[in-house]
């Protein structure tokens, strides 16, 4: 596609459940990152791919977080049980390759733990 | 753990008046990046400063690297309501664990009144 999506764009969810957050990166793009975004605030990294693999998921904020990639594209955020402090607008970005400055954001998912 | 601290957090100016917003670390970053980002959407890649005391240009929108490559700063001449965004600054990193990875200051909500 032209550009980076992400879906759901908006997810209502009760506390201890699981969800699932989809990014479509751009074609060709090797490199994937997640973010976490509070409200009006910066960025927190979560974690990246290189092609599937996932060599740091240091920024991961619990075990209850995983995330995986396949086929060098479409990647899945999954947050198990979820909690009412997880609730942010999650970004996904993908870039050329890892280490290539310039990074391509989606529109995010606004996630809302209730 | 790289930080970038971004100030100020909010900026309400009139139409016609210059501002300008800072991120300073005191970690080396291999680049500086400056995002500009509307509600609903992912950030949007605006400049990136890579050498030391490098200082680029875009319309009304100036943007410096410190010498040291640790601090940056946007100044933004007669503001327009158009200007209204939150900006993000993200630093590449320069090695280590830390390189290829963006580490963004807490952001800027900038509001410009007619």
């Given at each position: 596609?032209?550009?980076?999506?992400?879906?759901?764009?908006?997810?209502?969810?009760?506390?201890?459940?699981?969800?699932?957050?989809?990014?479509?990166?751009?074609?060709?793009?090797?490199?994937?990152?997640?973010?976490?975004?509070?409200?009006?605030?910066?960025?927190?990294?979560?974690?990246?791919?290189?092609?599937?693999?996932?060599?740091?998921?240091?920024?991961?904020?619990?075990?209850?977080?995983?995330?995986?990639?396949?086929?060098?594209?479409?990647?899945?955020?999954?947050?198990?049980?979820?909690?009412?402090?997880?609730?942010?607008?999650?970004?996904?970005?993908?870039?050329?390759?890892?280490?290539?400055?310039?990074?391509?954001?989606?529109?995010?998912?606004?996630?809302?733990?209730? | 753990?790289?930080?970038?601290?971004?100030?100020?957090?909010?900026?309400?100016?009139?139409?016609?008046?210059n501002l300008t917003v800072y991120?300073?670390?005191?970690?080396?970053?291999?680049?500086?990046?400056?995002?500009?980002?509307?509600?609903?959407?992912?950030?949007?890649?605006?400049?990136?400063?890579?050498?030391?005391?490098?200082?680029?240009?875009?319309?009304?929108?100036?943007?410096?690297?410190?010498?040291?490559?640790?601090?940056?700063s946007l100044h933004i001449?007669?503001?327009?309501?158009?200007?209204?965004?939150?900006?993000?600054?993200?630093?590449?990193?320069?090695?280590?664990?830390?390189?290829?990875?963006?580490?963004?200051?807490?952001?800027?909500?900038?509001?410009?009144?007619?």
């Amino acid at each position: 596609g032209a550009g980076v999506s992400q879906s759901p764009s908006n997810k209502v969810t009760e506390k201890g459940k699981d969800v699932e957050l989809r990014c479509d990166p751009i074609s060709g793009h090797t490199a994937l990152y997640w973010y976490r975004q509070s409200l009006g605030q910066g960025l927190e990294f979560l974690i990246y791919f290189q092609g599937n693999s996932a060599p740091d998921k240091s920024g991961l904020p619990s075990d209850r977080f995983s995330a995986e990639r396949t086929g060098g594209s479409v990647s899945t955020l999954t947050i198990q049980r979820t909690q009412q402090e997880d609730s942010a607008v999650y970004l996904c970005a993908s870039s050329l390759d890892f280490g290539r400055p310039q990074q391509f954001f989606g529109p995010g998912t606004r996630l809302t733990v209730l | 753990t790289q930080l970038l601290e971004q100030s100020p957090q909010f900026l309400s100016i009139q139409e016609g008046e210059n501002l300008t917003v800072y991120c300073n670390s005191s970690s080396v970053f291999s680049s500086l990046q400056w995002y500009r980002q509307e509600p609903g959407e992912g950030p949007v890649l605006l400049v990136t400063v890579v050498t030391g005391g490098e200082v680029k240009k875009l319309k009304r929108l100036t943007f410096q690297f410190g010498d040291a490559r640790k601090d940056s700063s946007l100044h933004i001449t007669a503001a327009q309501p158009g200007d209204t965004g939150l900006y993000l600054c993200a630093g590449e990193g320069a090695g280590g664990t830390s390189y290829g990875k963006l580490t963004f200051g807490q952001g800027t909500i900038l509001t410009v009144h007619p």
